[in-house]
């Protein structure tokens, strides 16, 4: 969910469309007010009192042949290192709206919060609506298609990893709202979205998956909207996943044989990993602020409780206390507490916040 219901369902096209990562559409260069992360203003990421700042810099690529498969890159200008960790972030708008422009301020606070130790894209993908998603019928399954995108995005980058200073081992998936959704399904279900590597062995999954006031139970989700939000987004919900389980004419998954609005929850595929021989491809991060009630904040903690017993290989780490992000839903995108936590985690390798 981007907003309450007034979500912009623009994207921003590219000036040219070419195979995944090929090209470079646009480039322009933004200096930060703060280079440190600890927001005192000083710019001075090493303590050393030279007001050092990060210049960070805005790449517009292209990652398939739809107008709408784009996606922006932040790096620092001057990398202090030559291999960044990288995440890969998707929009909310409910697999029906948004566009990246509304991880702009997160990805560059990612950016300048390392100190220019990580880098940070934000992707515009193909929505329901344009993927032949429909409000009633069994309809399509669309947000494969989503989940699709963001893994090719993934992979662009990693072909183009050595020029633009990336480490195509260190990369992250992560999303708000139903980016969230997309990011945490991918990480459970990598080999069924995985494809278009450059050099096989060189475009390895994501090592973590983060999610911000995500969806994670598509029927919970359902059942909540029915009754906190009157419905209103009943139409968004099948568009993407077809029409449920208890419809005559509910929306089967073609691979497992199983209803869409299951396959496509993160939390049902959890508590069915052995039975669905899938495993979770990196660690995980799930963020909802307290003040968030246009999710149910349930979403994130029984995901998070189920996901770590399922995979106890795995770090899980769950944050609802307001720790890692305060406010109502689209509030958090601007929290300082998000970008920090989310730069703690990669830095970690996963470990903490």
């Known amino acids: 969910m981007q907003d309450g219901g007034g979500a912009s369902e623009s994207s921003e096209g590219a ?7 090929d090209t470079e559409t646009e480039t322009g260069t933004r200096a930060s007010e703060d280079g440190d992360g600890d927001g005192d203003g000083d710019g001075d990421s090493d303590g050393d009192g030279d007001g050092d700042r990060v210049i960070v810099e ?9 107008a709408s498969q784009t996606l922006d890159l932040y790096t620092p200008e001057r990398p202090a290192q030559t291999s960044l960790p990288t995440l890969v ?19 560059t606070a990612i950016v300048t919060s390392s100190a220019g130790a990580q ?21 399509l399954d669309t947000y494969t298609e989503q989940v699709r995108d963001l893994a090719a995005a993934v992979t662009a980058l990693q072909n183009q990893a050595a020029q633009r200073g990336l480490d195509p081992a260190r990369f992250y998936v992560g999303g708000h709202s139903a980016g969230g959704h997309m990011a945490h399904e991918l990480n459970l279900r990598w080999p069924d979205f995985e494809g278009g590597c450059a050099r ?18 598509i029927a919970a989700w359902d059942s909540y909207d029915a009754n ?36 496509g929850s993160p939390r049902y595929l959890a508590d069915h990993l052995d039975d669905l021989s899938l495993a979770a491809a990196g660690d995980a991060l799930i963020i909802h602020s307290p003040g968030d009630d246009w999710v149910d904040v349930a979403e ?4 998070g409780i189920a996901l770590d017993a399922a995979a106890p290989e795995r770090s899980v780490i769950t944050s609802v206390d307001g720790t890692c992000a305060s406010g ?9 507490a998000l970008a920090s936590c989310i730069v703690n985690f990669v830095a970690s390798a996963g470990a903490s916040i």
């Open 58 to 66: 805005v790449e517009q690529l292209s990652y398939g042949d739809d």
């Open 328 to 336: 109502q839903h689209n509030d958090v995108l601007g929290d300082p």
């Open 15 to 21: 000036e040219s469309t070419t195979q995944p990562g």
């Open 300 to 303: 994130a903690t029984t995901f």
């Open 119 to 139: 880098a940070c894209a934000s992707i515009n993908y193909r929505l329901s609506q344009a993927l032949g998603g429909e409000c009633s019928g069994t309809g």
């Open 228 to 263: 906190f939000w009157a419905g209103q987004f009943a139409c968004a919900t099948r568009k993407a996943f077809g029409a449920p389980p208890s419809a005559p004419d509910g929306c089967t998954d073609q691979t497992y044989a199983r209803p869409c609005w299951d396959v």
């Open 89 to 107: 972030l998707a929009h909310g708008g409910l697999w029906q709206a948004g566009d990246k422009s509304a991880l702009a301020g997160l990805c």
């Open 200 to 217: 096989p062995g060189t475009c390895p999954p994501a090592i973590g998956a983060i999610g911000f006031e995500g969806i994670y139970d």
